[in-house]
């Protein structure tokens, strides 16, 4: 960014563009990166959002508390639609769009933006449609696993926005620390899907042959997408 605002005084000076529009100048570039930030900051809130409302689904479907348990489900997939729609909304919407039409189509942070809207996207179409036809006691083992991929989530999320934070350089000798924080929190998000994946519970579910049903399929697939989230956002918070 600096060297940028360097370059924008030197071709004011050569060629006499006046102090008004080099000032414009200026802020079309900082309100770019700001735009995708607050992009980026939708996009992690609204998979906090799925996090959320799919704890919420899963409890209230162990049916163990029923007279709170439909408000609970209302509750928890009223969430998860909210974050789809903020997806969508954040992916295809005027902001996203006039930015590709100025240009930026194959800017990395563009291209990287699209691509988490796409894993969360996918994410929300597993959480959404979870088979739930297994025993309650199988369900809720698999449940804790889901508790698991989804607070990584949370954490990979909330790591994202530190780095995002930081890398507007507001605050000295902070920015460094809030980015360092941020990066350790995806990893520690990285580190915990790894620990569910080599659980003794997930490999216990497979020797007793529940490798081929829905909700293992399922989860598997939660893991695999779940990584790739990771994989996006630790590419956009180097
Ligand atoms: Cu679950």
């Known amino acids: 960014m ?18 008004q529009s080099l000032a414009d100048m200026a802020s079309d570039a900082q309100g770019t990166a700001l735009k995708i930030h607050q992009v980026r900051t939708l996009m992690d809130h609204s998979l906090g959002m799925v996090t959320e409302g799919s704890g919420l689904v899963m409890v209230a479907r162990t049916k163990l508390a029923p007279p709170i348990d439909r408000f609970t489900e209302e509750k928890g997939m009223k969430l998860i639609r909210s974050g789809k729609e903020m997806v969508q909304k954040t992916l295809s919407g005027e902001e996203m769009m006039s930015m590709s039409e100025a240009g930026m189509k194959d800017d990395p942070m563009m291209v990287g933006t699209k691509d988490l809207g796409k894993s969360i996207l996918k994410y929300i179409d597993i959480v959404e449609n979870l088979d739930m036809s297994g025993s309650v006691q199988n369900r809720i083992k698999i449940h804790n696993t889901h508790v698991m991929i989804n607070h990584a989530m949370d954490t990979a999320a909330e790591g994202a926005n530190l780095v995002l934070l930081g890398s507007m350089k507001l605050a000295g000798s902070l920015d460094k620390y809030t980015i360092d924080n941020g990066r350790m929190m995806l990893r520690d998000a990285r580190a915990t899907l790894v620990d569910v994946a080599g659980s003794e519970t997930m490999m216990e579910m497979d020797k007793m042959g529940m490798g081929d049903d829905p909700m293992m399929t399922q989860t598997k697939d939660l893991l695999e997408t779940a990584h790739k989230i990771i994989d996006v956002l630790e590419k956009m918070s180097m």
């Open 2 to 19: 600096k060297r940028f605002m360097i370059l924008v005084l030197m071709l004011g000076m050569v060629f006499g563009v006046s102090s």
